[in-house]
């Protein structure tokens, strides 16, 4: 039985247009994002049969594999609910009369301004080196939010950090619409922001359990 489940998109396949057009999106997430799920699953079979049989000859390789798959898969359920079409509210700036204004505190606490925020992941998921992701997360043992630059899926990471905005910068994320424009697929990713999503995943990642007591 999956262990691992491929989630249904939160709205149809035109819902982010004209940022994201419907063909990235249904491939995106009805072929890449499939293929993540059905790698996690795959790993695990065979992870179990390793031990089953005590053959560890393998073991760096599916680990490995696991944590890409994995990773891809995490990323991938928290970015489709991190997006939202300009006509569902999508984009802007957190506001607190949007209902947001802790998230908006917590991001000029942690950056100075929104405007600092906005261009440091803008400049990060833009530069990434080949495919990767641009991603705000949450630190426990400061309790600040941080930027990190992914590569791949799962590397250059804070441990213990909490993703809660994810910049899917991987060339099948904006290439048959965007070209080879890596930075103008992140510019617009701006318009289609779901600022309501980010708040409560702030919100649960800031009531878990800090990783070093004080």
């Known amino acids: 039985m999956a262990i ?18 419907p063909q990235i999106i249904e491939l995106h997430h009805d072929k890449h994002h499939a293929a993540y799920v059905k790698g996690a699953n795959d790993t695990l079979e065979q992870l179990e049969e390793a031990r089953d049989k005590d053959a560890w000859g393998s073991v760096n390789g599916l680990e490995k594999n696991l944590a890409f798959h994995l990773s891809g ?9 991190n997006m939202t079409g300009p006509k ?12 947001v204004g802790e998230l908006a505190d917590a991001i000029a606490a942690s950056f100075g301004t929104f405007a600092k925020f906005k261009a440091q992941l803008t400049k990060a ?33 804070g441990q213990g950090t909490v993703p809660i905005l994810v910049f899917d910068a991987w060339e099948h ?13 992140i510019e617009a990713m701006w318009q289609v922001v779901n600022w309501q999503d ?14 070093i007591a004080p």
Do not use: C, M
Request: glycine residues 10%; aromatic residues 14%.
């Open 4 to 21: 691992y489940t491929l989630p249904e998109l939160p709205y149809d396949y035109a819902a982010l247009e004209p940022v994201i057009n």
């Open 173 to 185: 994320a904006f290439y048959l619409q965007y070209k080879n424009q890596k930075v103008d697929f």
């Open 125 to 157: 998921s833009a530069t990434t080196q080949g495919s990767g992701w641009g991603v705000l997360a949450y630190e426990p043992v400061s309790g600040r939010l941080i930027v990190e630059q992914v590569y791949d899926h799962q590397g250059n990471v």
């Open 88 to 99: 569902e509210g999508g984009g802007g700036e957190p506001l607190a009369a949007d209902g």
């Open 73 to 81: 898969h995490i990323l991938h359920s928290i970015y489709w609910h």
């Open 198 to 211: 980010v708040a409560a995943r702030y919100a649960q990642a800031k009531d878990r359990t800090p990783l």
